[in-house]
């Protein structure tokens, strides 16, 4: 094998790249064959939902019982939290001021989507207090083994907090548990490596079937949309979250460089529970601790979907220009309210969100549910766009809420930096500053770094 075609079999990043591209070619001059790729997409994404129910249990059981401070773990929760309302709030924002502004569903011609008569009877337009009040019962199982087998990642995570604290309060007994536990998540992770190396193969079978099922028309018929959602989502992550970092001392740009084979995957795939796992694991590679990953991580796909914020608000108001229905200042404050309920467990697989945009348009008594129509055929591109902000958004939660609850090490950030972009690559912008009688606390890996 020539040196070429050695580091390229070795360099994930590259080999996704040119997987992407040989889907669109792939979609594009047969579409027919390109559709039928969608299996090989649907199996990569099933391989890394089959191990992520155990990896987040037990991660999250292993970084509680490690803490053996059950306040500290209440406080890295309440900052997840509160991180979690003031970002998304933010994000809501951001789309509701570029609609206002571009406004792309003026003036668009209803009549080229409507005679597609798209069936939207399957999207359940639930009364919003039912759907609040479903969702937070929903985060208790009736059933731990049930939560397993649906995959129920919120339920998963309250089971393991539970278990985890259970095992703190127990003490040494636990302790054989504990050990067993770290055993078999190191299995787990040796698993993951195995599988992302079928990364590049999901995302051509993903990449391929969108262009072909969906083809380029489509996304000239709504083109301005899809442009208006790609523009602010680049904004959200370039604007905000860039100065959030910097803010907590690090920069945006390389923390992208580091978690890019993620994004790709998740680009090609459109499903951020895709990298979930390996995400996990870099994670703690980079000095936060792990019951902080295993805590905020898990819990940000459900609370903390930025990219899909994004975009319920701004489909929601393209539905309402698409109609010629002026919403006033009030009925815009009126539905970003109703967002910051109904976004909330807008879960990270691909098409979850119109489920979310159904309750939310039903509860307005202004907006027509029948306009979700208007947004189905380029939905799986806006996907990709608020699939890759989530994550983006998720992973610079876990470095913050870690940095701010003492649970980052910035000694394993700078060698995690260093293994990958080589020697003189910092991952912190300025000396940490740590209060009298604070110690930082020391993040372990759970487990050596994938090769890429």
């Given at each position: 094998?020539?040196?070429?075609?050695?580091?390229?079999?070795?360099?994930?990043?590259?080999?996704?790249?040119?997987?992407?591209?040989?889907?669109?070619a792939?979609?594009?001059?047969?579409?027919?064959?390109g559709?039928?790729?969608?299996?090989?997409?649907d199996?990569?994404?099933?391989?890394?939902?089959?191990?992520?129910?155990?990896?987040?249990?037990l991660?999250?059981?292993?970084?509680?019982?490690?803490?053996?401070?059950?306040?500290?773990?209440?406080?890295?929760?309440?900052?997840?939290?509160?991180?979690?309302?003031?970002?998304?709030?933010?994000?809501?924002?951001?789309?509701?001021?570029?609609?206002?502004?571009?406004?792309?569903?003026?003036?668009?011609?209803?009549?080229?989507v409507d005679?597609?008569?798209?069936d939207?009877?399957?999207?359940k337009?639930?009364?919003?207090?039912?759907?609040?009040?479903?969702?937070?019962?929903?985060?208790?199982?009736?059933?731990?083994?049930?939560?397993f087998?649906?995959?129920?990642?919120?339920?998963?995570?309250?089971?393991?907090?539970?278990?985890?604290?259970?095992?703190?309060?127990?003490?040494?007994?636990?302790?054989?548990?504990?050990?067993?536990?770290?055993?078999?998540?190191?299995?787990?992770?040796?698993i993951?490596?195995?599988?992302?190396?079928?990364?590049?193969?999901?995302?051509?079978?993903?990449?391929?079937?969108?262009?072909?099922?969906?083809?380029?028309?489509s996304?000239?018929?709504?083109?301005?949309?899809l442009?208006?959602?790609?523009?602010?989502?680049?904004?959200?992550?370039?604007?905000?979250?860039?100065?959030?970092?910097?803010?907590?001392?690090?920069?945006?740009?390389?923390?992208?460089?580091y978690?890019?084979?993620?994004?790709?995957?998740?680009?090609?795939?459109?499903?951020?529970?895709?990298?979930?796992?390996?995400?996990?694991?870099?994670?703690?590679?980079?000095?936060?601790?792990r019951s902080?990953?295993?805590?905020?991580?898990?819990?940000?796909?459900?609370?903390?979907?930025?990219?899909?914020?994004?975009?319920?608000?701004?489909?929601?108001?393209?539905?309402?220009?698409?109609?010629?229905?002026?919403?006033?200042?009030?009925?815009?404050?009126?539905?970003?309210?109703?967002?910051?309920i109904?976004?909330?467990?807008?879960?990270?697989?691909?098409?979850?969100?119109?489920?979310?945009?159904?309750?939310?348009?039903?509860?307005?008594?202004?907006?027509?549910?029948?306009?979700?129509?208007?947004?189905?055929?380029?939905?799986?591109?806006?996907?990709?766009?608020?699939?890759?902000?989530?994550?983006?958004?998720?992973?610079?939660?876990?470095v913050?809420?870690?940095?701010?609850?003492?649970?980052?090490?910035?000694?394993?950030?700078?060698?995690?930096?260093?293994?990958?972009?080589?020697?003189?690559?910092k991952?912190?912008?300025?000396?940490?500053?740590?209060s009298?009688?604070?110690?930082?606390?020391?993040?372990?890996?759970?487990?050596?770094?994938?090769?890429?």
């Amino acid at each position: 094998m020539t040196r070429p075609l050695r580091k390229f079999s070795k360099n994930l990043t590259a080999q996704v790249v040119v997987a992407l591209l040989l889907g669109v070619a792939v979609g594009t001059l047969w579409p027919a064959v390109g559709v039928s790729m969608q299996m090989l997409s649907d199996i990569f994404i099933k391989l890394i939902k089959m191990v992520i129910p155990p990896i987040a249990f037990l991660t999250i059981v292993i970084g509680v019982a490690e803490v053996r401070d059950l306040r500290r773990l209440g406080r890295v929760g309440g900052q997840a939290l509160i991180y979690f309302e003031v970002v998304s709030t933010i994000a809501l924002i951001v789309g509701l001021i570029v609609m206002n502004v571009l406004k792309p569903g003026a003036g668009f011609d209803r009549a080229t989507v409507d005679s597609q008569a798209v069936d939207v009877s399957k999207y359940k337009a639930a009364p919003v207090g039912s759907y609040l009040s479903d969702f937070l019962s929903g985060i208790v199982p009736d059933n731990a083994v049930a939560a397993f087998a649906r995959g129920d990642l919120l339920q998963i995570v309250f089971f393991a907090v539970l278990f985890g604290g259970a095992a703190v309060l127990v003490g040494d007994r636990a302790r054989p548990f504990v050990l067993l536990a770290q055993s078999a998540n190191d299995i787990l992770f040796k698993i993951v490596g195995m599988i992302m190396r079928l990364a590049p193969v999901g995302a051509f079978g993903a990449m391929a079937f969108t262009v072909g099922r969906y083809g380029v028309g489509s996304i000239l018929v709504l083109g301005h949309m899809l442009l208006a959602v790609y523009a602010t989502c680049i904004i959200f992550v370039f604007v905000v979250l860039g100065a959030v970092a910097r803010l907590n001392g690090f920069s945006l740009i390389r923390f992208l460089r580091y978690m890019g084979d993620e994004v790709l995957i998740v680009l090609g795939t459109c499903s951020s529970e895709s990298v979930l796992p390996r995400l996990m694991d870099k994670l703690a590679h980079l000095g936060c601790s792990r019951s902080s990953v295993g805590l905020v991580l898990p819990i940000g796909y459900s609370f903390n979907a930025d990219g899909t914020a994004i975009y319920l608000s701004m489909a929601a108001l393209f539905i309402a220009q698409a109609y010629g229905i002026e919403m006033t200042l009030a009925q815009q404050l009126g539905l970003l309210l109703l967002l910051l309920i109904t976004s909330k467990g807008s879960g990270s697989v691909a098409g979850s969100g119109f489920v979310v945009l159904a309750a939310t348009l039903s509860a307005t008594h202004v907006l027509p549910v029948e306009g979700l129509a208007l947004l189905i055929g380029v939905d799986r591109f806006m996907s990709e766009a608020r699939s890759v902000t989530n994550i983006i958004g998720n992973g610079l939660a876990t470095v913050v809420v870690s940095k701010l609850s003492a649970e980052f090490d910035p000694v394993q950030a700078d060698a995690a930096y260093a293994e990958r972009f080589g020697a003189g690559v910092k991952f912190n912008l300025k000396p940490v500053v740590v209060s009298a009688g604070e110690d930082p606390v020391p993040a372990t890996p759970m487990m050596s770094p994938q090769p890429d």
